[in-house]
Nanobody, 124 residues
Framework: QVQLVESGGGLVQAGGSLRLSCAAS????????MGWFRQAPGKEREFVTG????????LYADSVKGRFTVSRDNAKNTVYLQMNRLKAEDTAVYYC?????????????????WGQGTQVTVSS
């Protein structure tokens, strides 16, 4: 069982930056691929980025490539999402998720554990 707690959301102006953190419980964090998803009001949840369990291999949605960076610190059981050059369309609830596979994936069905989410609001 893995419990995930996100933090770092908030209100920021367009062009600004935010860094989200996701702290995981459990001693097997380093065996899980991790991902970030987001859901805007009235829209489906969408994949943002994923990172492999080991080696830091990453995947990004086209909409965030070049602006967002995912990283993880297995010693701290934490995954991060650095978001730069934020746009109004990045406004959403951001969710951290853990997949019972070491391989990075954009498939939400492969993620077994989800956090409660943290709100990110970008004002234009």
């Amino acid at each position: 069982q893995v419990q995930l707690v996100e933090s770092g959301g908030g209100l920021v102006q367009a062009g600004g930056s935010l860094r989200l953190s996701c702290a995981a419980s459990g001693r097997t964090f380093s065996s899980y691929a991790m991902g970030w998803f987001r859901q805007a009001p009235g829209k489906e949840r969408e994949f943002v980025t994923g990172i492999s369990a080991i080696g830091g291999l990453t995947l990004y949605a086209d909409s965030v490539k070049g602006r967002f960076t995912v990283s993880r610190d297995n010693a701290k059981n934490t995954v991060y999402l650095q978001m730069n050059r934020l746009k109004a369309e990045d406004t959403a609830v951001y969710y951290c998720a853990a997949a019972s596979t070491p391989w990075r994936t954009s498939d939400s069905g492969k993620y077994d554990y989800w956090g409660q989410g943290t709100q990110v609001t970008v004002s234009s």
